[in-house]
């Protein structure tokens, strides 16, 4: 029995290495140049940038009522600053909806695209290169060795 004890770590021990010895390739492509590259991107793109350029002035007016409502402190600058704040957040919900609707058909290519440039090159996870790099779930990636950006654009076109 004390045998059977002393063999059953070492047993398990020299499983390890065949556990881990599957090879798991990473991918990254920067999903934002591939969309560029698409070429029924145009309208995709320039709701994008409306969007962008219409919720930053809206920041900016929330920017400027927060720092009058701290100078001044009074009733009536605090619920401007209310209402701006919640005219953003009701404006970029609308926004979020009308960018996903948009996006849905480009999302359907790129996502094949990146499907079958990965599965040729023998990937088995490919991240979006910023998401990726914003959220640190990458810390290192040898770029010639992951960066599938390329392949994916002549895929796509």
């Known amino acids: 029995m004390n045998k059977f004890f ?4 070492l047993a398990l021990l020299a499983t390890v ?4 010895s599957a090879k798991n390739r990473l991918g990254l492509v920067d999903v934002q140049a591939a969309v560029k590259a698409l070429p029924a991107s145009k309208a995709y793109l320039d709701l994008s940038a409306r969007v962008d350029a219409d919720l930053k002035a809206r920041r900016g007016k929330i920017d ?5 409502v701290a100078s ?7 619920k401007a600053l209310l209402d701006a704040q919640q005219s953003y957040n009701s404006t970029q919900s609308g926004y ?11 999302a359907a290519k790129l ?3 990146v499907a079958k440039v990965a599965k040729a090159n023998g990937y088995s996870v490919v991240m ?3 998401v990726a790099a914003q959220n640190r779930l990458v810390i290192y990636a040898n770029a010639s060795a992951t960066d599938l950006t390329a392949a994916v654009i002549k895929a796509l076109k």
Do not use: M, V
């Open 6 to 9: 002393i063999l059953l770590p």
């Open 17 to 20: 290495p065949h556990a881990q």
């Open 64 to 68: 400027e009522l927060a720092a009058k």
């Open 72 to 78: 001044s402190g009074s009733a009536a600058d605090r």
């Open 96 to 106: 979020q909806g009308r960018i996903a609707t948009a996006f849905e058909p480009l």
């Open 111 to 113: 996502n094949a695209a």
């Open 128 to 130: 979006d290169q910023r």
